[in-house]
T-cell receptor, first 115, second 112 residues
């Protein structure tokens, strides 16, 4: 169990550029989540996958955001035409779902700064 | 969505017990109570969760009020490593429990 891995740890980009983040979940975890966290706030849910299917998307996930999880393994989160308001920590989490006992394991996040 | 209320901050002395309160007066009968904590520069870390009965694990204890409108996370002997933001979260049973609604949490400071 190597934990949830996120890359890169830090990303600095100019407004209007596209960025892509990668998340490698704990192996055999069937659920994968993306959250966003701004300074001083708790994480906010963006979207989640069960295996390769994207089952829920928050209204925070504008059409500039897209997430994929091909083959139900790693996931990518892409932000197109970045805006300064996109600056945040993007957290990935994974879990092995059961009916009553779902613990999320979070990665250390990707810190995005949009200049 | 059900919400929780926590104090913004608390202080504790090292090696003393810490009781972190959480109010959730609008909790529904199927909501689980989850606690996560977030150390500086890290993602949140699962601490404990429960439904109705008190729960213990190696990290902490969770005491749930009989009416379930409040709960308390208990750290039995605080260490410097326990300094973190602690989040109390309600998660509905059934479906994904991973769509968690974090508030601002309680920032716990531990003094040596």
């Amino acid at each position: 169990d190597t934990g949830v891995s996120q890359n890169p740890r830090h990303k600095i980009t100019k407004r209007g550029q596209n960025v892509t983040f990668r998340c490698d979940p704990i192996s055999e975890h069937n659920r994968l989540y993306w959250y966003r966290q701004t300074l001083g706030q708790g994480p906010e849910f963006l979207t989640y996958f069960q295996n390769e299917a994207q089952l829920e998307k928050s209204r925070l996930l504008s059409d500039r955001f897209s997430a994929e999880r091909p083959k139900g393994s790693f996931s990518t989160l892409e932000i197109q035409r970045t805006e300064q308001g996109d600056s945040a920590m993007y957290l990935c989490a994974s879990s092995f779902s059961t009916s009553t006992n779902e613990k999320l394991f979070f990665g250390s996040g990707t810190q995005l700064s949009v200049l | 969505d059900a919400k929780t209320t926590q104090p913004n901050s608390m202080e504790s002395n090292e090696e003393e017990p810490v009781h972190l309160p959480c109010n959730h007066s609008t909790i529904s009968g199927t909501d689980y109570i989850h606690w996560y904590r977030q150390l500086p520069s890290q993602g949140p870390e699962y601490v404990i969760h429960g439904l109705t009965s008190n729960v213990n694990n190696r990290m902490a204890s969770l005491a749930i009020a009989e009416d379930r409108k409040s709960s308390t996370l208990i750290l039995h002997r605080a260490t410097l490593r326990d300094a973190a933001v602690y989040y109390c979260i309600l998660a509905p049973h059934g479906g994904s429990q991973g769509n968690l609604i974090f508030g601002k949490g309680t920032k716990l400071s531990v003094k040596p």
